[in-house]
């Protein structure tokens, strides 16, 4: 089929329409605008008020993000900041989710203004992984010692839904030796971010076995997304990238992420969109988002855009951004990423961010061949290896995670939501964050993050043996206490 008779087949249009109310979207400029405008000068007592509603683990209403996203003074925003850490760990616990992306292909037929990989871009050297490729990029990612991946595709009929799922199960097939205990691990959980699709394909996707599906709205300014996304291109349509994630739902994948792409437009209307968006997915799935990143542009080949934006988000306002959706939206995981300089990403860690990735190579082909970076999508600010992250986020007192027993446990959609909500899920999240972490300690750490890395197990587990929770839950201790045991004698993928 030629190139442009696949692009007329990709949008189908009543998969938009069935989820319009009169017509409409669930984004108003208008009323985002007036409820930012009607948020201002917000005082004191109302910004507790809210910040006491978050810690109750409640989504927060549209004019109580707004009146966040107005506060002024110095003092107020430290107690936002703090309030933010100390709700995640109230929903997480104190562990922090590695991944690691894996680019399989930058063919694409969009033109997004801000992206390396735009098809008008001649200078990008394109290219898409072969399975046996894909399997060896996956041996590098192992021999970090990364258990999730999240596959990234350009949009374009060679890498549609056939490719997917072979990549899919190329990843899913690697096994590897683990290179200190010789121990053989695999990749457990593949996520996807992927140009919206139909909901049949989205059901294969499902069928192929992946955990999260996720699909950034980049802005949620109707007519800066027309600015930067040509109208001519299939990226063009707001709306059918607006219910990518309602189709996803509907082919019954419920973990789904969303995203906005902060250098666009104004940063307070981004995050007002993705409130909006949280709120319309719970009322109609009666879950939230997954996760909610917050990516900034950073800049790509050859787009000018990239380079000088106009709505550059400074690092104080970023700070902000993480903590206003952490309090907004508090089940849900936030994910900053290697776009990040260390130094920044250091501080978004202590604002209630879930995950991060580490050891990123963005080239398609970059993990198998270090040298080769040049056919990548934009600039990294952090190519640090997953070990140095880790010892950072130790010497912090977080402990890293490689948990991926949420799926394979049935914990996902609203199961994970409602154990979110009571604060249960994080108690999950501890035993599975020593679990995991025991195995990357015994099977990659260096022998300085071993050291952190021993004082971190024995606090956490001095933790859980005096935590109410588990004194009450008798069964689920012994179990772990097993499984920690089993681990600690050479067995692997032990969880809760
Ligand atoms: N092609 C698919 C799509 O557009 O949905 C897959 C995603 S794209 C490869 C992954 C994400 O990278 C985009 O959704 C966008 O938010 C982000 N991105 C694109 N250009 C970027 C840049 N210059 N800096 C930072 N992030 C960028
Ligand atoms: Fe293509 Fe995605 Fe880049 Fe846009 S952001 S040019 S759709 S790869």
New binding site residues.
């Given amino acids: 089929m030629k190139v442009s008779d696949w692009k007329k087949n990709v949008i189908d249009q009543a998969q938009i329409d069935k989820y319009l109310t009169e017509g409409n979207d669930f984004i108003c400029e208008k009323t985002i605008k007036q409820k930012i405008q009607d948020g201002q000068n917000p005082t004191d007592e109302y910004i507790e008020q809210i910040i006491e509603k978050a810690l109750s683990v409640k989504t927060l209403a549209p004019e109580e993000t707004a009146a966040l996203l107005n506060v002024s003074s110095e003092k107020m925003w430290d107690k936002i900041f703090k309030a933010a850490l100390e709700l995640k760990k109230k929903v997480y616990d104190n562990r922090i989710v590695f991944f690691a992306p894996l680019?399989c292909s930058?063919l694409?037929v969009?033109n997004?203004e801000?992206?390396?990989?735009r098809e008008k871009n001649c200078k990008e050297k394109r290219a898409i992984l072969t399975p046996e490729e894909i399997k060896r990029e996956t041996k590098s990612v192992l021999n970090e010692g990364h258990k999730r991946l999240i596959l990234?595709?350009?949009?374009h009929p060679k890498s549609d839904i056939d490719y997917m799922q072979e990549a899919i199960k190329s990843v899913y097939e690697v096994h590897e030796k683990a290179p200190k205990s010789g121990k053989e691990t695999n990749i457990r959980r593949v996520n996807i971010?992927?140009?919206?699709m139909s909901i049949e394909k989205l059901r294969r996707l499902k069928e192929a076995g992946i955990g999260t599906f996720q699909?950034?709205q980049?802005t949620y300014h109707k007519e800066t997304y027309a600015r930067v996304h040509p109208k001519d291109t299939i990226?063009g349509n707001y709306r059918w990238?607006l219910y990518a994630l309602h189709r996803a739902m509907d082919a019954g994948l419920d973990d789904v992420a969303i995203?906005?792409?902060f250098?666009l437009y104004d940063w307070k209307f981004e995050v007002m969109g993705l409130l909006y968006h949280t709120l319309e997915l719970e009322k109609r799935y009666g879950v939230g988002p997954h996760t909610i990143?917050v990516?900034?542009?950073?800049?790509?080949s050859e787009?000018e855009l990239?380079e000088n934006l106009p709505y550059q988000v400074n690092d104080e306002d970023f700070k902000k951004i993480v903590a206003v959706l952490r309090l907004s939206v508090p089940t849900a995981g936030l994910i900053v990423?290697a776009?990040e300089k260390p130094e920044i990403k250091r501080e978004i860690i202590k604002l209630g961010c879930t995950q991060t990735d580490a050891s990123t190579r963005i080239g398609i082909g970059g993990y198998s061949d270090q040298l080769n970076q040049e056919k990548q999508?934009?600039?990294i600010g952090d190519p640090r290896d997953l070990d140095d992250v880790i010892q950072e986020i130790l010497k912090d007192g977080f402990i890293p995670s490689f948990c991926t027993a949420g799926y394979r446990c049935g914990r996902t959609g609203e199961t994970i939501m409602g154990m979110l909500s009571h604060c249960v899920e994080g108690k999950f999240c501890k035993l599975n964050g020593v679990l995991t972490f025991r195995e990357y300690l015994n099977d990659y750490a260096s022998e300085e993050t071993k050291v952190l890395g021993e004082k971190i197990i024995q606090k956490e587990l001095g933790e859980i043996y005096k935590e109410q929770y588990f004194v009450d839950h008798p069964k689920l201790i012994e179990k772990f206490d097993h499984q920690y045991k089993e681990i600690s004698s050479g067995k692997r993928d032990r969880y809760i």
Avoid: D
């Avoid at 801000?114 to 990989?117: A, H, L, N, S, T």
């Avoid at 990234?152 to 949009?155: A, L, T």
């Fill in positions: 680019y930058n694409c969009n997004c801000y992206c390396g990989f990234v595709f350009g949009e971010n992927a140009a919206p699909v950034f980049e990226k990238r995203g906005a792409l250098g990143s990516p900034r542009i950073t800049p790509a787009s990239s990423t776009r999508q934009f600039t």
